[in-house]
């Protein structure tokens, strides 16, 4: 095949053959003899109209020349990748991929955001000439076996004299910034909406008198994020002190337990960590299968995370286990933090044993930073899991009182937890109260499916909070998490009518949780995701919600208007696990004439915290008779030694009551949810840590239980921990305490946390944590202002 190209014969055609490739594709396909004599000149042009055929050109890796260019064509010897000014400006100094040297292993990438320029320091043969000298900018994604530019998977830009020329927020640019001898400074702008993934960059230089030039190749890709700093991002987060708390902080606290029993632990998300921003990427783009052409769209990337990091049905990061057998795998409750579980899963790529809902929470969070979407954790206190999409919860009990697990499809867990993300909706237009941009939420615990696979949202929160159910994604199944009414139903058999024995519409969705913005401290943002319990708002919305989902379900009252027997629970708040505790029933005769004679029963059952899996533990039947005017308390004690070996894996019980009142066709049922609380992990520092300097810190844990713990191990994490630290115990005795001391040297000033995990054969999930803020070095602090406010160098500091 000759150099010289022929007309193009297709129809329409202005263009010498390329301008559309089609007739170049009938003559000439990949891997056919004389493809490495294409003329390079149509493979450039190729590349210009965004055709695949032109790939060949960007596999040049150093100087390739091209026909032969004159001797005088700008010659690029390196590129410098302005790693510390990049980093600092934005905000992705800290990602592992920036700080490697190069000495003892690979070097430094480049880590930016989209919309915003970076910098970039060309060494040349020679001064740049404007008035002589061309250069061509041509970026294709890595990976991508076909880039076009159709897709915006393959961009090519003109180096442009001026800065102003690429102003354009929607547009890819390049201008000159300095012209130095031979060193030329450039700044490159990705556009605001491009493709967020690794980009290979290549240079083309020509002389503007001649055809024909040269090319260079950065020896590695980039790295392109979401950029919540950047206006016309779709992830704009305008709140500085929000964007630091839900994309620059490596640690966070998640609430588990329950409604009576709210309790914090500690989390490691660890995104700038080694592995975690690749492994980030092959789960978007393997597992979640997000093409190239879409990975810009934080709406379908989310969509996609929440899917990739759950297992059933694509191999996804994390595999799901509710069983109590952990053997072949880490227990939920030893995790600490996402950093080995994404740094496992990058290494064998295949699922990572085990997790439950807050694991999940914990690794989509990671992911959603790491690529730079604002996130955060969220928990939900008695969640329903509406199976129907009926809007509520249906539980059936027997004649004792019992929960009858094999007729129950519904649940409500302690706790749920799942994940928010921030940005803009344009998918889902303007309502009454205005567009429904800000947090949606996302869900990767595998509960239901949605398009077939096991995923949730994005949902708009504004959403969910108005009754919206039929937005997408997944606004239903929401809405039910945090509004569903919770509904009992008496069986007593086949051939009789279910009576319902108990309404509650109060029960679901409580102390709705996420770490407080700067603080570690709880922020309950209940309000944002409905309105305030008995208010009419609340039952507005609720029977806009039920109306959208077309439900059969007709709310009825109690099965008798009776209200002179008053029932109550009563229950110590802080039940320490290795003491017994006290179920006590009050009972109130209300009426001043007629005696009352209830019969009934207590129950204890310890449960999963997903509402599951009930083990009985102690019943204790009842009679009394009740004078005009009087009550009575009813009690049942419960030790040690009779729950203990029932125990789950997080503590959980749940406690009811049925009960009849003899003359009357009245029937009592209640039920609540309460867990044993375990001891905090102790953690103290010698002295007030400082960037670079090591510290000694010391981690304690007294046996709370009156039973010796075998096998016992801590394991530690934090700023400045490399890898976790693992300290093993064989025995702890009663009331011993155990401690280990180790050294800390935080690698920056600022905010850190040490985060330390305890388990034993007899005790497990015990956590603890601390934060601290690490000074900065003396000959970093440059100054000292009259009110002892610190001025700081800020390469140190972020």
């Known amino acids: 095949m000759g150099n010289k190209l022929s007309s193009c014969s297709t ?30 000149e149509h493979r450039r042009w190729l590349l210009r109209r965004g055709n695949p055929l032109a790939k060949p050109v960007m596999e040049l890796r150093s100087w390739d020349e091209v026909d032969s260019p004159s001797s005088d064509v700008l010659t690029i010897k390196s590129v410098d990748l302005c790693i510390e000014e990049n980093g600092k400006s934005h905000h992705t100094k800290r990602y592992e991929l920036m700080t490697r040297d190069g000495q003892y292993g690979a070097p430094a990438a480049l880590v930016v955001r989209r919309g915003q320029a970076f910098r970039l320091r060309l060494t040349c043969d020679r001064p740049f000439d404007r008035s002589r000298d061309a250069m061509s900018l041509i970026f294709t994604v890595d990976q991508d076996e076909r880039p076009t530019h159709g897709h915006g998977s393959l961009v090519g830009v003109a180096l442009q004299q001026y800065r102003h020329r690429i102003e354009d927020p929607l547009e890819w640019g390049a201008a000159i910034d300095f012209i130095g001898g031979d060193v030329l400074e450039i700044l490159v702008k990705p556009a605001a909406n491009a493709l967020v993934t690794k980009w290979k960059l290549d240079f083309d230089t020509k002389l503007l008198s001649e055809g024909f030039g040269k090319s260079y190749s950065l020896p590695q890709p980039f790295y392109l994020l979401f950029n919540p700093w950047c206006k016309d991002d779709q992830v704009y987060l305008e709140d500085k002190a929000l964007r630091d708390e839900c994309v620059m902080n490596d640690t966070t606290l998640i609430w588990r337990g329950s409604y009576n029993r709210l309790r914090p632990s500690v989390w490691k998300f660890g995104q700038f960590d080694k592995h ?19 990975r810009g769209d934080p709406i379908r990337v989310c969509r996609a995370i929440s899917a990739a990091v759950n297992s059933p049905d694509d191999d996804g990061a994390l595999l799901g286990n509710w069983s109590g057998d952990f053997s072949g795998g880490i227990a939920p409750t030893k995790w600490v933090g996402s950093v080995e579980i994404l740094q496992q899963f990058y290494k064998k790529q295949k699922p990572v044993k085990f997790a439950q809902c807050w694991v999940f ?31 509520t919860v249906d539980y059936f009990v027997d004649k004792n009182g019992k929960i009858m697990e094999e007729m129950n499809s519904d649940s409500i867990w302690n706790y749920h937890v799942w994940n928010e993300v921030w940005m803009q909706r344009p998918d889902l237009g303007i309502g009454s109260d205005g567009d429904y941009g800000g947090w949606q939420a996302i869900d990767s615990t595998p509960q239901e499916m949605s398009d077939g696979m096991f995923r949730c949202g994005p949902a708009s929160v504004l959403a969910v909070k108005l009754g919206e159910i039929a937005k997408p994604y997944d606004n239903n199944f929401l809405f039910a998490e945090v509004n569903a009414d919770k509904v009992f139903w008496r069986y007593t058999g086949p051939a009789h009518p279910l009576k319902l024995i108990r309404k509650d519409v109060f029960g679901i969705g409580h102390f709705i949780s996420t770490k407080a ?41 109690l099965n008798e208007d009776f209200n002179e027997v008053y029932f109550n629970f009563e229950l110590r708040d802080d039940i320490k696990i290795g003491e017994a505790f006290s179920v006590i029933l009050q009972i109130k005769n209300r009426s001043s004439e007629t005696p009352h004679t209830v019969n009934g029963y207590l129950n204890v059952e310890t449960v999963l915290y997903t509402g599951k899996q009930r083990e009985f533990v102690k019943k204790h039947p009842f009679t009394i008779s009740l004078d005009p005017a009087s009550e009575e308390f009813i009690r049942m004690e419960v030790s040690f030694d009779e729950y203990y070996k029932k125990l789950r894996d997080q503590a959980a019980f749940n406690i009811s009551c049925f009960a009849t009142v003899e003359n009357t066709e009245y029937e009592f049922f209640a039920q609540d949810d309460f867990r044993v609380r375990k001891p905090d ?30 096998k016992g ?9 490399e890898k976790p630290l693992i300290f093993k115990h064989p025995e702890v005795a009663v009331d011993e305490t155990i401690s280990n001391t180790f050294v800390l040297t935080p690698p920056f000033a600022g905010r850190g946390t040490i985060a330390a995990k305890f388990t034993s054969r007899e005790l497990d999930d015990v956590d603890g944590f601390v934060a601290f803020e690490a000074k900065p070095r003396p000959e970093d602090v440059l100054m000292e202002t009259g009110d002892n406010e610190v001025i700081e160098r800020t390469d140190i500091i972020d």
Request: with cysteine; charged share 20%.
């Open 11 to 40: 129809a329409n055609c202005e263009e010498p053959c390329g301008c559309c490739g089609s007739c170049w594709a009938s003559s000439w396909k990949p891997g056919e003899a004389g493809a490495d004599e294409m003329d390079k």
């Open 276 to 294: 975690v921003l690749d492994c980030s990427l092959l789960l978007i783009a393997k597992v979640g299968k997000v093409s190239a052409t879409h």
């Open 361 to 391: 929470a914990g690794v989509v969070s990671t992911i959603a930073r790491a690529i730079g979407i604002p996130s955060r954790v969220i928990t939900n206190y008695s969640s329903a899991h509406d199976t129907q999409a009926s809007l």
């Open 517 to 557: 913005v700067g603080k570690w401290e709880r922020e309950d943002i209940t309000s944002s995701y409905k309105f305030a319990e008995k208010s009419q708002e609340e039952r507005d919305t609720m029977l806009k919600a039920l109306k959208q989902a077309n439900s059969a379900f007709s709310r009825y009252y």
């Open 681 to 710: 992990i102790k953690i103290k520092l010698a002295d007030t840590p400082v960037s670079q300097s090591p510290v000694e810190v010391t981690i304690a844990l007294l046996n709370p239980l009156p039973i010796p713990l075998r």
């Open 713 to 721: 191990i801590f394991h530690v994490e934090g700023s400045g921990i």
